[in-house]
């Protein structure tokens, strides 16, 4: 059974690997931003988004994701147009992670009423 908390907040960090991976040129041609630099700090977090998304299976792996919001909205003193992107993408990320934990609640109820009505009868 698919875990419905780690695929959406996966699919949310690939996203934002997108986003983050294409600030790289911005850097480069609109910035003052050394090629070097701007490929550290755009590829860079991009990784570490990907990377995240494979390590959600661990509960760590969340606490990850959290800080790659951090890093999206501070991306924004280089590009100024991040402070709007990696502020929408941390409420995406919020609102997949309480969605997704919102599922298994519900998921877990719906089993143990499924289990103590299969022992009733």
């Given at each position: 059974m698919r875990d419905p908390k780690r695929a959406m907040c996966a699919m949310v960090l690939a996203l934002e690997a997108i986003t983050l991976a294409l600030t790289t040129p911005?850097?480069?041609?609109?910035?003052?931003?050394?090629?070097?630099?701007?490929?550290?700090?755009?590829?860079?977090?991009?990784?570490?988004s990907l990377l995240t998304a494979g390590l959600l299976r661990a509960r760590w792996g969340y606490w990850?994701?959290?800080?790659?919001?951090v890093i999206a909205i501070a991306m924004g003193f280089l590009v100024p147009m991040m402070f709007?992107?990696?502020?929408?993408?941390?409420?995406?990320?919020g609102a997949?992670?309480?969605v997704g934990r919102k599922i298994e609640r519900e998921r877990a109820a719906a089993y143990a009423a499924y289990e103590a009505e299969q022992e009733s009868q």
């Open positions: 911005v850097m480069i041609n609109l910035g003052d931003i050394a090629t070097g630099q701007a490929l550290a700090a755009g590829l860079g977090p991009a990784a570490l990850l994701g959290h800080l790659v919001q709007v992107l990696g502020v929408v993408f941390a409420v995406l990320w997949a992670y309480g």
